[in-house]
């Protein structure tokens, strides 16, 4: 069936026909197809779809209407290939996967500071939409988006497409924002602020804190989360990163790590942990994910699938839709390069049953080549 998707972009069941086109045409147009074809893998309404797709053009400003034939609007490090956007699946046994999408809204802005405040006006202008408050956000805003605003982002925003064309939100902060050394004071400040004055205490000893990411709109039990990176990280030692006191063990995320990375280390992009806080008493933190940065540790997107697929299973998991997710972002064979699947997380929230959630990229300017050489022993040659 073929529907007309505002903007004239036609827009089919089966996105690939026009996947190729579109290449040549602007970020919004290319960015709004491939959420589409996503949307129908998730088992998202038209009209759910419609109102999502519009969502994120008008999330990437005018840099929707810019053409891909020109570079990235920024560098920005939301994705490998500079692209201001990317997509997750989340998948939980027994029902279809959450589909989500992360935008910098700020992409097309010249400076730092300009970009955190076109991402503040951005998620404000969903609060008064969707009728949430930003309270927590208004909070710590001042640590966050100082007059002149360092490191590697400004302000990330992250929907869950839920049925129903009301979607959770979520903010992802800089600590980095005042300098990287004060990176771990800022986080430290901020969750005393959110009223978790223990939380801070308990996170695994870490090798940066690269975000700090809020829950804003309607959560039953809205998080903070924070993230933490790990050089050089072993199966073993994640293993022991969780302090949520529930949840996988050890043995289950050592599994999931090397199922993941088919490697025992992860010596070359790091891996992050992040957990997240809920009640303020304890300081106990109520959630753990582990982060594999899957790209970096296959040949090709066919090795990372194949190893997604399996791990899907293993969870009880349905792969069918991450199987199908992919030629819905491009034509090209998973062979053919690396990074289209950019990281494997396992997600743990007290409460629910595990997750398993693939970061999907749109490579809208560029797909990195296989790599050359497979493993560690022979990349070290
Ligand atoms: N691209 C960045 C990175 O690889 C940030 C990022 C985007 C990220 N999506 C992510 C980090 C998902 C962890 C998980 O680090």
């Known amino acids: 069936m073929r529907t007309r998707i505002s903007g004239g972009v036609p827009v089919t069941g089966s996105p690939p026909d026009i996947l190729p086109d579109l290449r040549s045409g602007t970020l919004g147009a290319l960015t709004r197809a491939q959420l589409v074809g996503l949307c129908d893998v998730s088992g998202l309404s038209p009209a759910d779809t419609e109102t999502y797709a519009h969502t994120l053009v008008e999330a990437l400003g005018p840099a929707a209407e810019r053409s891909l ?19 997750s699946l989340s998948f939980s046994p027994g029902r279809a996967p959450a589909l989500r999408v992360l935008v910098e809204p700020g992409c097309g802005a010249d400076t730092r500071a300009e970009n955190g405040r076109i991402g503040l006006d951005v998620v404000r202008a969903m609060g008064r939409r969707w009728d949430f408050s930003t309270e927590r956000l208004d ?46 004071k800022t986080v430290r400040k901020a969750l005393r602020r959110l009223g978790h004055k223990k939380a801070y205490a308990a996170l695994p000893k870490a090798d940066g804190h690269p975000f700090l990411a809020l829950d804003l709109g309607h959560w ?19 293993g022991n990163l969780s302090r949520t006191g529930s949840g996988p063990g050890p043995a289950e995320i050592q599994e999931f790590f090397r199922a993941a990375a088919a490697t025992d280390d992860l010596d070359r992009r790091p891996g992050l942990s992040c957990h997240s806080f809920t009640e303020r008493e304890t300081g106990r933190p109520s959630g753990f994910t582990l982060h594999i940065p899957v790209r970096d540790y296959a040949r090709d997107d066919k090795e990372v699938l194949d190893r997604a697929v399996d791990i899907l299973r293993s969870h009880g998991m349905d792969p069918a839709p991450l199987v199908r997710s992919l030629p819905a972002l491009t034509t090209r064979r998973p062979k053919d390069g690396v990074g289209l699947i950019a990281y494997l997380a396992l997600v743990h929230q007290q409460g629910h049953p595990p997750r398993v959630t693939a970061y999907l990229s749109s490579e809208a300017y560029a797909v990195r080549p296989p790599t050359k050489l497979r493993h560690r022993s022979a990349a070290e040659v």
Do not use: M, Q
């Open 69 to 87: 034939a020109l570079p990235p609007p920024t560098r920005t490090f939301l994705s490998d290939d500079h692209t201001p956007v990317e997509y």
């Open 220 to 238: 039953e039990t809205p998080r903070v989360k924070v993230y933490t990176r790990h050089l050089d990280l072993s199966a073993t030692e994640a």
């Open 139 to 184: 909070e710590i805003e001042d640590l966050f988006f100082p007059d002149r605003p360092k490191g590697p982002l400004a302000l990330w925003i992250a929907l869950e497409l839920l049925p129903g064309g009301v979607p959770k939100v979520k903010v992802y902060l800089n600590p980095a924002a005042s300098g990287a050394k004060r990176s771990a």
